[in-house]
């Protein structure tokens, strides 16, 4: 089983992305996205839950960042818009897991996005 994340690369400020994560399985219970900027501790997004696409957010991202799915596909999309430098980071999907934004089991190998 794996998590494969797509969509990252280099964004002006204000700019938008939107990053994919696509699992090799069916997706029963949740999938989330974390980042992890250049020495700073990993930090969770928000979380989509496949079966209701009832979605949570972290207050730093809220309204700038929505958590989308096809579940046709296993995938879960992370639209980010309005975009600063301190978004710069290595975004990473996670799946299935018991921790806060659905961390704790399943991860990405990561994406890098950079904004400058």
């Known amino acids: 089983v794996q998590l494969v994340e797509s969509g990252g690369g280099s964004v002006q400020p204000g700019g938008s992305l939107r990053l994919s994560c696509t699992a ?24 989509i839950f496949p079966r209701t696409g009832y979605t949570m957010y972290a207050e730093s991202i809220k309204y700038r960042f929505i958590i989308t799915q096809d579940n046709d596909k296993n995938t879960a999309y992370l639209e980010m818009r ?33 904004v400058s």
């Open 24 to 47: 090799s399985f069916t997706v029963a219970n949740c999938m989330g996205w974390f980042r992890q900027a250049p020495g700073k501790r990993r930090e969770g997004l928000g979380v």
């Open 82 to 114: 309005d975009l600063t430098p301190e978004d710069t980071a290595v975004y990473y999907c996670a799946a299935e897991g018991q921790e806060a934004y659905c961390g704790g089991a399943l991860w990405g190998q990561g994406t890098q996005v950079t």
